[in-house]
């Protein structure tokens, strides 16, 4: 599914055709516009940046066509930090391009730990057309910016990977729908409580149709690890977060009303809530698919439909300027999305070990446990689990119970990621410079555990005295004799 597009040539021409139609009513409007007062046309002169497909207005939705050309480019002009590929095909066979951002000179980070990975899609719903162009913007951002220089996007592309499906469904988004060509609602067919809530056109099953079919298989094979997932909807302005179908909090609701916290004192004042409560239940969704069964941090990203005003000339820059801000900060901060555990120190004695362990993530983790690894890599005993609160640290005491301390093992962490049961678990090392141990076994001889500890010196050279001495006693008793007799 990797490389360019091959235009099919009957869709070629329609949407040659339909490319054709929005040129001219747009140079119509243009005329239109000439006969406004001239205190009406007297503005700054500025540089205004054309969406895709549209040579007039840039905030009208472009076309899958101009949409595959733009993505192209990107990819010709841009290889060290653009890797297109297609994650399928709409129902008419339309490629869903994904636009795969990061300095891929570099595998890993500096330090050698793995890319963080955000995942974007837009333009679910054809007719939501600022969605898609969020998605749109999002990629764009970040591709200006490592032109420019600029400093944040270049430092974001050499430590994240980050995925942008621009358009879910091209099919809606030419003929002008919020449904797919079948008349499903894309948002509602997805394998999470599919079909559970009061919906219309939920499709004949979850995944029935093409698109939310290669998307989930998209999520499942290239960003499995994935710590952030936004998926652009127009409508009400609002950020939606787990669930759409319940009114209760997900269970990693502190992660979801910290970053709440932070957007609201600091960037924008745009309500973040509860689906269910914030919009209305709602079943089937991608958020609460990639929440509930690929546990990733997700948010429904809905921008105001205020944008379709004829004539309007409203820059998308401009227009999703405070948009944009926000999805820099989930960005910026997708490191902080998930429980990060740093073991400060880690005190083993024979039979207990002491734990001092912090979380620098804004996600708890409610399993946590503490393993020991055989010199062979067997992992021979694993702790009770244990909570570690978002940004938080605790002190525990764990029983060892029988096990035998393997000199040459090692130690390490293995937790979720978060606490919904969905969520990734990972393995990580513990630094052997913060582990201490305070063992209290026999040794035997010279030759035993801590040669050179100085209690075994001094034992030992008493033991090695008590041996001696008999030996002496009878040197001695034999010189006496022998004088005895002279």
């Given at each position: 599914?990797?490389?360019?597009?091959?235009?099919?040539?009957?869709?070629?021409?329609?949407?040659?055709?339909?490319?054709?139609?929005?040129?001219?009513?747009?140079?119509?409007?243009?005329?239109?516009?000439?006969?406004?007062?001239?205190?009406?046309?007297?503005?700054?002169?500025?540089?205004?940046?054309?969406?895709?497909?549209?040579?007039?207005?840039?905030?009208?939705?472009?076309?899958?066509?101009?949409?595959?050309?733009?993505?192209?480019?990107?990819?010709?002009?841009?290889?060290?930090?653009?890797?297109?590929?297609?994650?399928?095909?709409?129902?008419?066979?339309?490629?869903?391009?994904?636009?795969?951002?990061?300095?891929?000179?570099?595998?890993?980070?500096?330090?050698?730990?793995?890319?963080?990975?955000?995942?974007?899609?837009?333009?679910?719903?054809?007719?939501?057309?600022?969605?898609?162009?969020?998605?749109?913007?999002?990629?764009?951002?970040?591709?200006?910016?490592?032109?420019?220089?600029?400093?944040?996007?270049?430092?974001?592309?050499?430590?994240?990977?980050?995925?942008?499906?621009?358009?879910?469904?091209?099919?809606?988004?030419?003929?002008?729908?919020?449904?797919?060509?079948?008349?499903?609602?894309?948002?509602?067919?997805?394998?999470?409580?599919?079909?559970?809530?009061?919906?219309?056109?939920?499709?004949?099953?979850?995944?029935?149709?093409?698109?939310?079919?290669?998307?989930?298989?998209?999520?499942?094979?290239?960003?499995?690890?994935?710590?952030?997932?936004?998926?652009?909807?127009?409508?009400?302005?609002?950020?939606?977060?787990?669930?759409?179908?319940?009114?209760?909090?997900?269970?990693?609701?502190?992660?979801?009303?910290?970053?709440?916290?932070?957007?609201?004192?600091?960037?924008?004042?745009?309500?973040?809530?509860?689906?269910?409560?914030g919009l209305y239940p709602n079943c089937g969704t991608s958020r609460d698919y990639g929440?509930?069964?690929?546990?990733?941090?997700?948010?429904?990203?809905?921008?105001?439909?205020?944008?379709?005003?004829?004539?309007?000339?409203?820059?998308?820059?401009?227009?999703?300027?405070?948009?944009?801000?926000?999805?820099?900060?989930?960005?910026?901060?997708?490191?902080?999305?998930?429980?990060?555990?740093?073991?400060?120190?880690?005190?083993?004695?024979?039979?207990?070990?002491?734990?001092?362990?912090?979380?620098?993530?804004?996600?708890s983790t409610s399993n946590a446990t503490l393993q020991h690894v055989s010199s062979n890599?067997?992992?021979?005993?694993?702790?009770?689990?244990?909570?570690?609160?978002?940004?938080?640290?605790?002190?525990?005491?764990?029983?060892?119970?029988?096990?035998?301390?393997?000199?040459?093992?090692?130690?390490?962490?293995?937790?979720?990621?978060?606490?919904?049961?969905?969520?990734?678990?990972?393995?990580?090392?513990?630094?052997?410079?913060?582990?201490?141990?305070?063992?209290?076994?026999?040794?035997e001889g010279l030759f035993g555990y801590g040669l050179f500890n100085p209690v075994t010196?001094?034992?030992?050279?008493?033991?090695?005295?008590?041996?001696?001495?008999?030996?002496?006693?009878?040197?001695?008793?034999?010189?006496?004799?022998?004088?005895?007799?002279?």
């Amino acid at each position: 599914m990797t490389g360019r597009a091959i235009l099919n040539p009957s869709i070629f021409v329609w949407e040659l055709l339909r490319t054709i139609m929005r040129v001219a009513i747009g140079l119509v409007l243009i005329m239109l516009m000439g006969t406004l007062p001239l205190a009406l046309a007297q503005s700054e002169p500025r540089e205004i940046q054309t969406w895709p497909g549209e040579p007039i207005d840039s905030h009208v939705h472009m076309t899958w066509a101009a949409m595959t050309m733009e993505v192209n480019g990107w990819a010709d002009d841009y290889p060290e930090i653009v890797d297109l590929m297609s994650a399928g095909e709409s129902e008419l066979g339309r490629a869903l391009w994904v636009v795969r951002l990061s300095d891929w000179s570099l595998d890993t980070k500096e330090d050698g730990s793995p890319k963080e990975i955000v995942y974007i899609d837009g333009g679910h719903h054809g007719n939501e057309y600022l969605g898609t162009a969020l998605a749109w913007l999002s990629a764009k951002w970040y591709i200006n910016g490592w032109a420019e220089g600029n400093e944040e996007a270049i430092t974001v592309l050499k430590n994240t990977e980050v995925h942008v499906l621009i358009m879910l469904n091209p099919d809606g988004n030419d003929i002008d729908t919020r449904w797919n060509i079948n008349q499903v609602d894309l948002n509602r067919n997805y394998d999470h409580y599919w079909n559970t809530c009061p919906t219309t056109q939920p499709g004949s099953s979850a995944f029935s149709e093409s698109e939310t079919m290669y998307n989930s298989m998209y999520m499942n094979e290239y960003v499995t690890d994935a710590d952030l997932y936004v998926t652009m909807h127009t409508g009400v302005w609002i950020m939606l977060y787990p669930w759409g179908k319940w009114a209760h909090q997900p269970a990693d609701w502190e992660l979801f009303w910290q970053i709440r916290e932070d957007v609201n004192a600091n960037i924008s004042s745009i309500p973040i809530q509860n689906a269910n409560q914030g919009l209305y239940p709602n079943c089937g969704t991608s958020r609460d698919y990639g929440y509930g069964v690929m546990g990733f941090p997700t948010f429904t990203f809905e921008t105001d439909d205020e944008q379709f005003i004829p004539g309007s000339f409203e820059n998308l820059n401009d227009r999703l300027e405070e948009e944009m801000d926000v999805m820099r900060y989930l960005i910026n901060n997708v490191w902080y999305w998930r429980a990060r555990l740093d073991v400060r120190a880690l005190d083993v004695s024979s039979d207990s070990v002491t734990l001092d362990v912090v979380n620098y993530g804004q996600a708890s983790t409610s399993n946590a446990t503490l393993q020991h690894v055989s010199s062979n890599g067997e992992i021979v005993w694993t702790s009770d689990a244990f909570t570690v609160n978002a940004t938080n640290s605790t002190v525990i005491k764990l029983d060892l119970g029988e096990l035998s301390i393997d000199g040459d093992g090692t130690w390490q962490m293995y937790y979720q990621k978060r606490v919904i049961n969905a969520s990734t678990w990972v393995t990580e090392s513990i630094n052997a410079s913060v582990i201490e141990t305070s063992m209290n076994q026999k040794s035997e001889g010279l030759f035993g555990y801590g040669l050179f500890n100085p209690v075994t010196v001094i034992a030992s050279v008493v033991g090695l005295a008590a041996i001696l001495r008999p030996e002496e006693e009878d040197i001695e008793l034999t010189s006496r004799e022998d004088a005895h007799d002279n």
